[in-house]
């Protein structure tokens, strides 16, 4: 079954993608007189899987919603575009009335065309979601209600949208929420290949041993930055525990 789902190819998967890199200079983020961030320095690399990382509360759904201009900060924040300007976005959790009759296939036409969705998904825009959603494997959940969705299926969809249109920089907030084995392996495969065309991928993650295995570096960020580098050199157990080992929802097992 995994095999089966993960041969899917992605949305126009024929396309030379070349993804952005990302500078964060002397970043800060305050609420009233609480400070979030704190003189966040460090790189993203164009084509590369970076990982942020970091207990509950220290900030780095606020750093990726600055990224994407949702939250006002102090100091910069830079993505230099080497062609393409498309950036899809996967929020951890989709907050909606579970009693609402949206389908699948309704929430797709929302993302991506401006007439309404009660009037249906328009024929231009059917081939390009029927393949963003064989690539996570919900085609045949098109119908469906999403409220009748699982957790995983509804992460699935979410991914499904920010593939439309194809993303240069693509920016996740915990997207594996939810998901079974089989949709967790998924998510891996599609990474790799959107990576392997170039896109940058801003992944938030809590599973180190999942980070280990696929990020190219790892950033972790509790208000201020704790260390940044590549997972070899910085994922030491002994730095997990002695930082992390009172964040009980934070795995330390590598």
């Not at 024929?14 to 961030?37: A, D, M, Q, W, Y």
């Not at 899809?88 to 959790?93: A, S």
């Not at 993302?111 to 081939?127: E, R």
């Not at 939810?178 to 938030?204: A, H």
Request: with cysteine.
């Amino acid at each position: 079954m995994t095999d089966l789902l993960t041969s899917q190819p992605l949305p126009d998967s024929h396309k030379s993608f070349s993804g952005p890199c990302i500078s964060f200079e002397r970043v800060g983020l305050r609420f009233g007189n609480t400070t979030i961030l704190e003189d966040i320095n460090f790189n993203v690399e164009n084509g590369t899987i970076h990982c942020l990382i970091g207990p509950n509360g220290g900030g780095k759904t606020c750093l990726a919603r600055s990224l994407l201009g949702q939250m006002p900060h102090t100091g910069r924040i830079t993505i230099n575009w080497p062609a393409g300007k498309v950036i899809g976005y996967v929020p951890q959790l989709l907050d909606f009335d579970h009693t609402l009759p949206i389908t699948v296939d309704d929430f797709m036409a929302m993302i991506c065309q401006d007439h309404p969705a009660f009037f249906g998904l328009k024929k231009k825009h059917h081939d390009a979601v029927t393949r963003s959603l064989a690539a996570v494997g919900m085609e045949s959940l098109r119908k469906r209600q999403m409220g009748q969705l699982s957790g995983g299926e509804r992460q699935r969809v979410l991914f499904a949208q920010a593939l439309l249109p194809s993303p240069d920089l693509l920016i996740l907030d915990e997207p594996m929420t939810g998901l079974d084995e089989v949709g967790s392996s998924l998510f891996e495969d599609m990474l790799i290949k959107l990576k392997n065309n170039g896109v940058t991928i801003f992944w938030i993650h809590h599973d180190l041993k999942q980070v280990k295995k696929m990020a190219d570096f790892v950033t972790c960020v509790n208000r201020k930055i704790l260390f940044s580098g590549s997972p070899a050199d910085v994922l030491t157990a002994d730095r997990i525990l002695n930082v992390l080992s009172r964040e009980q929802a934070f795995p330390v097992n590598l």
